[in-house]
């Protein structure tokens, strides 16, 4: 078994059997509050979660998020995240293809066409690895391979800086991704893997050419918390516990990223979201979409059926929210005052 395929086998075992998330540090949605409306003059059942992105229709704006590929197991997740992400009409990221690239035979375990021929699709390639000899080619190859609508070219400094033998060297790296924007044909996504990404950066990426961005910011899974289990010595293990508080925390990140770049291109939230509530404080606070992982990789560790009822639960969730904001669509949503902090409101009581 190559390194890269036992490194994707660890990742799911330690993300299912271990606590992974932040120690301390949370996603920021604890601070802010959905504005109840008691006269709310919606009816609940025109509540409207539709929305298009990249040119395709969506049923809610919920993203499967990047997690697995490489392993048979991670197949068997593969399939059946997709199949609930073809049901239920949302979108879904791959994740990281260079196993696939390097290895042709776990091509399968990424290629989900098959089972869902009409989502929302992202193929997934960590950015560094265009410092490492990968070129427009790669990328395109890993499109192909999956037939994805977009390409999520991944950021994890961090990770790689915790690996002995990671992927140290980012210098340069903004223009070789400037060149896969403009010579791709497919639209470019950045994310983060877990520690967000700032105002600062993202007004860099959108003036590169990326298509959207997804800051994934810390208050979820800690992947220094991955390393940590990973780690091959107590030196590795100690160096990765130091960072395990470490990033941008989803809520100021995005908020960071839609004041530097405002409308300009679609921003996702990640990172630490695991209600429909806090879906829809994101989507109130400027998102466009709103990934998720843990979740729904606990529940497609059990079955597809698991993964549609996840999605049922987090839709319903999603919709009562807006309804009870007073919100029947995503613009509504969006608009001023459907959400504050607890301190501007008792403030404003007080003046």
Not at 169 to 181: E, F, M
Request: one cysteine or more; a negative charge; charged letters at 20%.
């Amino acid at each position: 078994m190559s390194v890269h395929v036992t490194r994707k086998a660890d990742h799911i075992r330690i993300n299912l059997a271990e606590d992974v998330q932040f120690p301390r540090l949370r996603s920021g949605f604890e601070r802010y509050h959905l504005v109840h409306r008691a006269l709310p003059e919606v009816n609940l059942q025109d509540v409207n979660l539709t929305t298009e992105l990249f040119g395709k229709s969506l049923t809610a704006p919920l993203l499967i998020s990047s997690m697995t590929g490489g392993t048979p197991e991670a197949e068997r997740i593969n399939l059946r995240l997709a199949e609930a992400a073809q049901l239920k009409g949302i979108a879904m990221g791959l994740g990281s293809q260079r196993v696939a690239l390097e290895h042709p035979e776990q091509a399968i375990t990424f290629q989900v066409r098959r089972v869902a021929p009409d989502i929302l699709l992202f193929a997934n390639l960590g950015a560094v690895q265009l410092n490492y000899g990968y070129t427009v080619d790669h990328c395109r190859r890993a499109v192909e391979m999956v037939e994805a609508d977009a390409l999520i070219l991944h950021l994890n400094p961090l990770q790689e800086a915790l690996q002995p033998d990671g992927n140290w060297n980012w210098q340069g790296l903004l223009d070789k991704i400037a060149t896969v924007c403009r010579t791709i044909e497919v639209p470019v996504i950045v994310k983060e893997v877990g520690w967000g990404i700032s105002g600062e950066i993202a007004q860099a990426l959108v003036e590169a050419g990326v298509a959207a961005i997804d800051v994934a910011g810390a208050g979820g899974t800690s992947w220094s918390e991955v390393e940590y289990h990973r780690a091959p010595d107590p030196h590795w293990r100690r160096l990765a516990k130091a960072f395990a508080d470490w990033g941008l925390p989803t809520a100021l990140a995005l908020q960071q990223v839609r004041r530097a770049i405002g409308s300009r291109v679609p921003v996702f939230a990640s990172g630490g979201i695991r209600t429909g509530i806090e879906a829809v404080k994101a989507l109130a606070m400027g998102a466009d979409l709103v990934g998720m992982a843990s979740p729904f990789l606990r529940a497609a560790a059990q079955s597809t059926e698991a993964v549609l009822a996840e999605i049922d639960d987090l839709v319903a969730e999603m919709r009562i929210a807006m309804f009870a904001t007073g919100a029947a669509t995503l613009e509504a949503l969006r608009q001023p005052g459907r959400i504050r902090t607890w301190k501007a409101l008792w403030e404003e009581c007080e003046q």
